[in-house]
């Protein structure tokens, strides 16, 4: 079948060829050169594995302050706070998520690096924060 094809207002006649029997890329060079028909590729016998599932970040950027028992949690990458799980005076135990930072359209849940009582929560939802920016503060 051939066809035009307009792209970015430029005009090209192009031929389909309905392929039976499997795939034959074409080179980035644009040759037009004879695709040899080629037998379809053997079924893949071996056993598929799904992606890993991806685990909380746990927040290695912590400024523990000896004197106060303070705990200062620090944003591990730059993004944007989606959710905060935790209030002022929530108790948290080490590994407990407390909030979700968007960063590079992944969703990160941080989690809390000590068992404490949350002193202060420093962002708000939707706010954006830089690496090392203070989020959480536990005693």
Partial sequence: MKYVVSVNGKQYDIEVE???GGYQPMSRQGA????????????ISQKVQSA???????????VVNSSAGDTKMEAPMPGT????RVKVGDKVSDGQVVLVLEAMKMENEIVSPVDGTIASVMVKKGDTVDS???????N
């Fill in 132 to 138: 090392g920016d203070i989020l959480i503060t536990i």
């Fill in 32 to 43: 037009a050169a004879p695709v040899s028909r080629a037998a379809a590729p053997a079924p």
């Fill in 18 to 20: 309905k392929v039976v």
């Fill in 81 to 84: 706070i989606l959710d905060i």
């Fill in 52 to 62: 890993p599932q991806p685990s909380p970040v746990k927040a290695q950027n912590t």
